[in-house]
């Protein structure tokens, strides 16, 4: 094949290259642009939806208020009560189990074993509405953990790892600061049954051990440091002794010691120093020696009696009575009108016998 020819066949080549190119990108934008397109429709369907069930939509909306607003001042009031704890040791996923166990005997009505196990009597289980639990968190609180964790890995698995995928995946258990709550028919006070559920972890044989274990360690540490820093002073002191005694036997044959050479200061410098991060340390042991007394810590106040609970839970969020009827009614009418719109849908492709 002469010169020519191979310099036609590239550039043929060259072109269908260019043309699968351009028509890929041509492929993609149009991708782009129908996803944009349904996305528009579907929202100028839901407007038109929407503005079709207008009046039904509002009978619903204020059917849901006034219910409301009967129901919150009518039914019985909920009280609750909360404590929240810090967790020293990964208790969080016994502890969200208890809560689990508990609302399970309430489910089954077995409140005489839910009384024994909390030492309630079995008339008082009976008022107890639900328990609940949830970390006590905020987003400075995450940003804090999600920096600990990442000062840990290499560079190549630190860029695989994205904060909304760390924050979306962490087991809400295993945050320190948990907020455990009692709803109850009556305002009672629930302090003892606090002190019971928190027990019930403390009494944990796993947990014991783990605390004995981290006491001890930590213990020796603080006995080695000490030692340390005691070693330390008896050489400062030997070091002094020496450098006086120097002194005074060039002082004798008529030189003059001043005992501030650079190499001297140094080695000064570097035994003060040494003691100041051996008694560093030694705080730092001492901390954790107090936060290991005990597997968790009961940090809030004192409640005598809870208080009135007005909100109800929906889809994880709480509002309040007057807002969650609206709200729950409204939901219910717009799924089934619009079920209904899909039905009517259906049926105008539906094939002919």
Excluded: C
Aim: proline share 2%; charged share 25%; glycine share 4%.
């Amino acid at each position: 094949m002469t010169n020519k020819g191979r310099q036609q066949n590239e550039e043929v080549d060259l072109g269908q290259l260019f043309v699968m190119i351009g028509n890929t990108f041509n492929r993609f934008f149009q991708f782009i642009a129908s996803v944009f397109k349904n996305l528009f429709f579907g929202f100028v369907w839901i407007v038109f939806f929407v503005k079709k069930h207008t009046v039904v939509f509002s009978i619903a909306t204020v059917t849901g208020l006034i219910s409301g607003f009967v129901l919150e001042e009518t039914s019985d009031p909920i009280y609750k009560s909360t404590i929240t704890v810090r967790q020293n040791y990964q208790t969080g996923e016994n502890l969200y189990g208890s809560i689990d166990y508990y609302n399970g005997l309430l489910k089954d009505r077995d409140y005489k074993i839910l009384g024994d196990v909390l030492g309630l009597s079995e008339e008082s289980s009976t008022e107890v509405v639900s328990f609940d639990i949830e970390p006590v968190i905020t987003n400075n609180d995450l940003l804090i953990m999600f920096n600990d964790y990442v000062e840990d890995l290499d560079s190549l698995a630190l860029s695989k790892v994205e904060y909304d995928e760390y924050v979306n995946n962490i087991n809400e258990y295993r945050h320190p600061f948990q907020q455990i709550s009692i709803k109850s028919k009556t305002r009672a006070n629930f302090n003892s049954v606090f002190n019971n559920i928190v027990g019930n972890i403390l009494t944990n044989e796993f947990f014991v051990n783990e605390q004995k274990k981290d006491i001890l360690e930590l213990t020796q540490t603080k006995q080695a440091l000490v030692k340390a820093l005691k070693q330390s002073d008896s050489l400062q002191e030997t070091y002094k002794k020496v450098m006086q005694m120097d002194s005074n036997r060039l002082s004798d044959v008529g030189i003059t010691f001043e005992g501030n050479t650079e190499n001297e200061k140094t080695r000064e410098f570097d035994l003060f120093m040494n003691d100041i991060d051996l008694r560093e340390d030694i705080v730092t042991v001492e901390r954790k020696l107090k936060d290991k007394e005990n597997i968790i810590d009961l940090i809030s106040s004192k409640q005598d009696s809870g208080f009135v609970d007005h909100t109800k839970d929906f889809l994880g969020l709480a509002l309040p009575i007057k807002v969650f009827y609206p709200v729950l009614i409204l939901s219910l009418v717009f799924l089934i009108m619009l079920a209904r719109e899909f039905l009517k849908y259906l049926e105008k492709y539906k094939p002919t016998i």
